[in-house]
């Protein structure tokens, strides 16, 4: 189906009444005004400035400099038809040194957010950590430190108090993976350490952080608290092969299991996992009543989901260094399409993970809070023909209603990205958003892929 083209009754897919459809950003990502209103520096701003890390030396300095547009970008979202906008808040402006009292500055900019977003009948969704951590508490060990899990506690606190009056639905973390292990295993992502005890020191002082978060958000009044999680399908290329099958529940465990346990099953990580935090020297951050306060209920998983995984076994492969302790893993092509980060396209991996969700973790109601695609997107006459995106979120849309259909409990679809902005370490070489921005000029074009979205939100179908 083309943007043009109007579908009949017959051929929809109907989505429940009250499922939410909007999109997501992140603060380092699209604010830009770095150094604004008391922001210190955040280890995304050290990363960017260290020789080598980031593609073409780009940085979040300006990015799409939404801190001064977001009353555009707002108008945007709403002629897009977005009920819901799923956007972090920065640590750094919130709390420039970290901890301590906040800066009122810098909350003044979400306050004046959230009002525009109310005002134009857009549902604001706030996510408290997308990977900006204060470069001074980096400087004091990061999330190596159970320090900052305290201090990521009083940063919901603080911005509840401030937002909660208005902001129904709270988001502590937003892929924890990454923050562990691009950020101190592979060191591909700020704040670039190598090393596995590290990343599974972060990992659980990231944990402890959701759950010391929630309890206050909950203290705050929060109405909805959430958790989100990079999360996907792992298959095994042979599923007759013990070998195969042992290496995709390994990677199943470092990618999915390691998160989703400890939080919703209550009883702490699992034993393969376990054994790995003992193997890297990582078990004695694990304190009593931790998992205990790990596991505070929450109502609902937000779900980032973007290729699924294809391991095998093969003796003497050298481990993956985002997965420390896979050796003997290897990942075969799936061949399927691709994006332009070389990630696989197959939708089905979205649909059998959601239900796998719903099965292995009840009770739990689950939104894709983020799922979407980067092509090389060119801009002729005022418009953006992005063909292969609108192929990808079909594709991907339409797995979600089959996910429903198979008893999965799915509250909502966000896409990633509202914009183009700073893709992390790829700089402003990758896009994914609904929107082109000429980063030059800072003009914003809704590519073919809004203008489908905007019609499968009005139909709440597709």
Request: net charge negative; aromatic share 10%; with cysteine.
């Amino acid at each position: 189906m083309t943007i043009v083209e109007e579908a009949t009754d017959a051929h929809l897919l109907r989505f429940p009444d009250g499922f939410r459809w909007g999109a997501a950003t992140a603060a380092y990502q699209i604010e830009g005004a770095a150094q604004a209103d008391g922001r210190s520096p955040s280890i995304w701003d050290t990363f960017a400035r260290t020789p080598g890390k980031v593609d073409a030396g780009h940085s979040g300095d300006v990015a799409c400099d939404h801190y001064h547009r977001f009353a555009d970008d707002v108008a945007l979202m709403a002629e897009l038809g977005l009920g819901t906008y799923r956007f972090s808040v920065a640590w750094p402006r919130i709390k420039p040194d970290g901890s301590g009292p906040v800066n009122p500055r810098g909350l003044d900019f979400y306050d004046r957010l959230v009002d525009a977003l109310l005002a134009a009948g857009i549902e604001p969704m706030v996510t408290l950590y997308h990977w900006d951590l204060p470069q001074v508490l980096e400087d004091r060990g990061g999330w190596t430190n159970r320090d900052t899990a305290h201090y990521f506690a009083e940063l919901a606190a603080g911005t509840v108090a401030r937002l909660g009056d208005r902001v129904g639905t709270w988001t502590t973390l937003n892929e924890p993976w990454c923050s562990a292990f691009l950020g101190y295993a592979s060191g591909a992502h700020a704040p670039g350490k190598r090393d596995p005890r590290s990343a599974f020191e972060a990992t659980h002082h990231l944990l402890l952080a959701h759950g010391l978060g929630v309890e206050a958000l909950r203290a705050g009044g929060a109405r909805e608290v959430a958790l989100t999680l990079n999360l996907t399908r792992v298959t095994p290329r042979d599923p007759t092969d013990r070998h195969d099958v042992a290496a995709a529940e390994l990677i199943d465990g470092l990618q999915n299991r390691i998160f989703l346990d400890a939080p919703l099953k209550g009883g702490g990580y699992p034993d393969d996992m376990r054994a790995l935090f003992e193997r890297f020297g990582a078990a004695g951050v694990i304190h009593e009543g931790d998992l205990a306060t790990i596991a505070a209920p929450i109502d609902l998983l937000g779900v980032n989901y973007y290729q699924p995984s294809l391991v095998a076994a093969q003796v003497g492969a050298p481990p993956n260094p985002c997965y420390p302790g896979s050796e003997g893993v290897i990942y075969p092509d799936q061949q399927t399409p691709v994006t332009a980060m070389d990630w696989p396209v197959d939708p089905t991996g979205l649909g059998d993970l959601l239900v796998r969700l719903s099965q292995d973790y009840p009770g739990t109601p689950l939104i894709v809070t983020e799922n979407g695609a980067s092509y090389v997107d060119t801009l002729v006459d005022g418009r953006v023909a992005d063909a292969a995106r609108i192929e990808y979120f079909d594709g991907h849309v339409r797995a979600v209603h089959d996910a429903i259909r198979r008893g999965a409990d799915m509250r909502g679809y966000l896409a990633w990205s509202l914009l183009d902005n700073f893709e992390w370490a790829y700089g402003y070489d990758k896009r994914f958003g609904l929107v082109y921005v000429d980063y030059a000029t800072q003009a914003r074009v809704p590519k073919d892929s809004a203008l489908w979205f905007r019609e499968v939100i009005r139909r709440n179908a597709v």
